[in-house]
T-cell receptor, first 112, second 112 residues
């Protein structure tokens, strides 16, 4: 299973775009990139996932490089409520229905 | 749609005492997970149920931890006797399919 590398922390000004990187250089062809976040005193929350095309939903955009070795989660207009730990997780279809494997993630701090 | 419910939200006990946590998953979700999250780390799976059957309990310390999911709905996780190292947040998650997991707010356990 591919491992991920994320910076331990990042800062962002309120209203600006937050770009959270994730390195997954050993990702295989059928593995998806998932993003979850965990706001303080809450459980993790699903954000978005993708295979190779860029994805966008109401929460964020996911940009995956052409070689799929890295990706970026983009929060277009960060607010104070986006302060959280963000986890990048790589999963294959055969892992569907199994537990998520979390690393330490990136702590994003959004300030006014 | 109501989310995953957990109770209590906080619990403080002495070591060697017993404690139980309760989880009510989202209605209709067949898969239920219990995760343990130690401070500063990502959540780690303790046990996974599919309906009322155990799918994965390989990381559950069975000498002191037990869990059940009667009738394939609610679930309880018990620790007896508790140790200092059991201090953590216990998260319950449920899933309707083989993909996205929905987490409850967690129970923060402090063992003194």
């Amino acid at each position: 299973d591919a491992k991920t590398t994320q910076p331990p922390s990042m800062d962002c000004a309120e209203g600006r775009a937050a770009n959270l990187p994730c390195n997954h250089s050993t990702i295989s062809g059928n593995e998806y990139v998932y993003w979850y976040r965990q706001i303080h005193s809450q459980g993790p929350q699903y954000i978005i996932h993708g295979l190779k095309n860029n994805e966008t939903n109401e929460m964020a955009s996911l940009i995956i490089t052409e070689d799929r070795k890295s990706s970026t989660l983009i929060l277009p207009h960060a607010t104070l409520r986006d302060t959280a730990v963000y986890y990048c997780i790589v999963r294959s279809p055969r892992q569907a229905g199994t537990a998520l494997i979390f690393g330490k993630g990136t702590t994003l701090s959004v300030s006014s | 749609e109501a989310g995953v419910a957990q109770s209590p939200r906080y619990k403080i006990i002495e070591k060697r005492q017993s404690v139980a946590f309760w989880c009510n998953p989202i209605s209709g979700h067949a898969t239920l997970y219990w995760y343990q999250q130690i401070l500063g780390q990502g959540p780690k799976l303790l046990i996974q149920f599919q309906n009322n059957g155990v799918v994965d309990d390989s990381q559950l310390p069975k000498d002191r931890f037990s869990a059940e999911r009667l009738k394939g709905v609610d679930s309880t996780l018990k620790i007896q006797p508790a140790k200092l190292e059991d201090s953590a947040v216990y998260l319950c998650a449920s899933s309707p399919t083989l993909d996205t997991q929905y987490f409850g707010p967690g129970t923060r356990l402090t063992v003194l």
